[in-house]
């Protein structure tokens, strides 16, 4: 990552963690490395991520250790270690930083990938389903992107989910041995991840399969009704998908996911769910229901590094000759305290006032003997060319408000 990139970067990680302020969301920061075991039980042994993906060694006592892949699993198990259960209210944690699955690079997609994400944890009302969503579209707003669609659906729980994917089971048998490989495999290992296929040609043959939203329970049939309705009276749009699962065995009921059309065929920027029975499954003996999402930062800086160029710098000094360069110096430490990003060309004027065409510096401020001797300075807008003079102590308040 360069720059101008990073600039992107570190807007988008800005305006996200504002966001997460607003929702009342800490960070957690868990480590890179853990047991390998961890997200064996947490993902899933028959996801892609487990069985293709994950970077795993031996350490040196013999102990598999993982890469982390996703970081879900480990929030939760930081949460168990650490008895977060024992504080008030719900636990709401967000966290940013790299992930990493050896899948093949396409656009958007790297080996080391990082992530934007937060997690609810406490409670299976789904009012918190419907702000945790909320939260999602508000933090692609402020970044300004726009264009996405959220698709949304439900994969119900531990008592109407195993009829219908036995019933999945059931029809794939007849359809299975003409799909992908992936698909005759799931279609007996893991029959809900056939519905995650990509494969253009399997996607007739997915479409008439049977729909989980005719096979929810008095259950998770009203808390899908409420997430809706409690979406519709935000004003937030969505899309149901009977169709969308997620690729972590570990979700359940709510699920869902953003696309945006530029980032091509894989045009998934963040997805999220349920899981209500994940702490159980690392060890809890407490139940912990909990949502959330993760966002894949590199997809969502490369959708929105068009549409937001790099910041410009707000003014380039022209210092001429040695006395000009220290009061220059002195001058930039004062513009800079004031918050005004500054930089001191050096060489003759023409070539600074080139530099600070080419950088896209929007004033440029030339400071020589003359200058200094009558207090005032020329301030030049580099977008029209038009100059004035100004003083030493005007400078800042007259660079503020005509970048404001």
Excluded at 304 to 333: F, K, N, Y
Excluded at 346 to 367: H, N, Q, T
Aim: with cysteine.
């Amino acid at each position: 990552m360069l720059p101008p990139a990073t600039e992107v970067w570190n807007r988008v990680e800005s305006v996200a963690r504002e966001v997460f302020r607003t929702y009342n969301y800490r960070e957690i920061r868990t480590p890179v490395l853990e047991e390998t075991q961890l997200f064996a039980r947490g993902v899933g042994e028959d996801t892609d991520i487990v069985t293709k993906e994950m970077y795993t060694f031996a350490d040196r006592d013999g102990s598999s250790l993982t890469l982390r892949p996703e970081n879900t699993a480990s929030v939760i198990r930081a949460f168990i270690e650490h008895r977060l259960d024992q504080r008030p209210g719900v636990q709401k944690l967000y966290y940013l930083g790299p992930m990493f699955r050896r899948e093949r690079p396409q656009k958007g997609r790297y080996r080391q990938f990082y992530q934007i994400g937060a997690e609810a944890i406490g409670s299976e009302s789904p009012l918190v389903d419907a702000e945790v969503i909320e939260m999602v579209v508000e933090l692609l707003g402020r970044v300004g992107l726009s264009g996405f669609t959220l698709l949304l659906n439900s994969v119900g729980d531990r008592n109407c989910r195993p009829r219908y994917i036995e019933r999945l089971r059931e029809k794939l048998r007849d359809v299975a041995p003409g799909m992908c490989d992936d698909c005759r495999r799931r279609a007996s290992t893991n029959p809900l991840r056939v519905l995650d296929c990509k494969v253009e040609a399997d996607q007739p043959i997915i479409e008439k399969l049977p729909s989980i939203l005719d096979h929810l329970c008095d259950i998770c049939r009203p808390h899908f009704a409420a997430v809706r309705q409690y979406l519709d009276d935000r004003g937030i749009a969505y899309e149901v998908r009977p169709r969308l699962v997620r690729g972590l065995d570990y979700y359940m009921r709510t699920t869902f996911e953003v696309v945006h059309g530029a980032l091509g065929a894989q045009n998934s920027v963040l997805g999220g769910g349920r899981y209500d029975g994940l702490a159980e499954a690392l060890g809890s003996k407490v139940p912990a229901p909990g949502i959330g999402f993760s966002i894949g930062e590199d997809r969502l800086v490369m959708s929105v590094e068009d549409q937001q160029g790099p910041s410009a710098l707000d003014v380039l000094i022209a210092p001429l000759g040695e006395a000009a360069t220290r009061h220059a110096a002195v001058m930039a430490m004062d513009l800079r305290r004031s918050g005004l990003s500054v930089e001191i060309a050096e060489g003759k004027l023409k070539r600074a006032m080139e530099l600070a065409d080419k950088i896209g510096a929007r004033y440029a401020l030339i400071v020589g003997d003359n200058e200094m001797a009558a207090g005032t300075y020329a301030l030049k807008r580099m977008s029209s060319g038009e100059q004035e003079n100004v003083t030493r102590g005007e400078i800042a308040a007259r660079l503020a408000a005509a970048l404001n």
